[in-house]
């Protein structure tokens, strides 16, 4: 490798020994910043609104400054039957995955970051809605089935999940690690896919920030994962267990 080009990964993303730790159950917690860590990278995923709701927003930021050895706030945001809760790294202005809206609009979770998608919106109300998927790296989360009027599930973009279809389906969650394949909207006679490495939808609560359908169908929580290292940076690059 060339002089160059290892002077230019390492000027992307976090900084120090690489590392990473993922909050992945609903609550506040505390990071601590290891030891020669100055620049982390974290991706946030806000929990899906259940019911008929909308997917969980997905927000990610890369150079964020911390300090070794001190403590900052995670925030992991919960499903519901009505709004999903947020997620964020320091504060919600920092870097945030926003929760979907429940049964009462079902619209989609928003995101505060260097990138990220929106969680896709569900009609709420019918008898026969899906949920939205969650939000992507780079895209939106898939639209719901609409059975007033009729709108088909649509596909995640940028690596969302995939809207749901229907009273017993989810919309399609999200993963972690970085960006991925989108996932697909679902049909009658398929479920909704999980976007980059995502559960699929179905009845478990598609983790993460996929929404719940009509029926009073499972959401997926959210989550936060910081990572760091010299060549480590959200979307896609590095952005693997290690």
Known sequence: MSGILQGVLASIGSSGPQGQQAFTTAGTFTFTAPAEVTKVSVVCVGGGGGDGGGGGGLGWKNNITVVPGNSYTVQVGASAIGTGGTSYFIDASTVAGFGGAGYSTGTGGTFVGDGGGNGGSSAAGYGSDGGGGAGGYSGNGGNAYRSSPVT???????????????SAQSGGGVGILGE?????????????????????????????????????????????????????????????NV
């Open 152 to 166: 088909p599930a649509t596909a995640g973009s940028g690596g969302g999940g995939g809207g749901g279809y229907g």
């Open 180 to 240: 991925g394949a989108s996932g697909a909207g679902g049909t009658a006679s398929s479920v909704s896919g999980g976007g980059s490495g995502g559960q699929n939808g179905d009845v478990s609560g598609p983790l993460y920030g996929g929404s719940g359908s009509w029926n009073n169908r499972a959401s997926g929580q959210g989550a936060v994962r910081v990572i760091w290292g010299a060549g480590r940076a959200f979307p896609s690059t590095n952005t693997g």
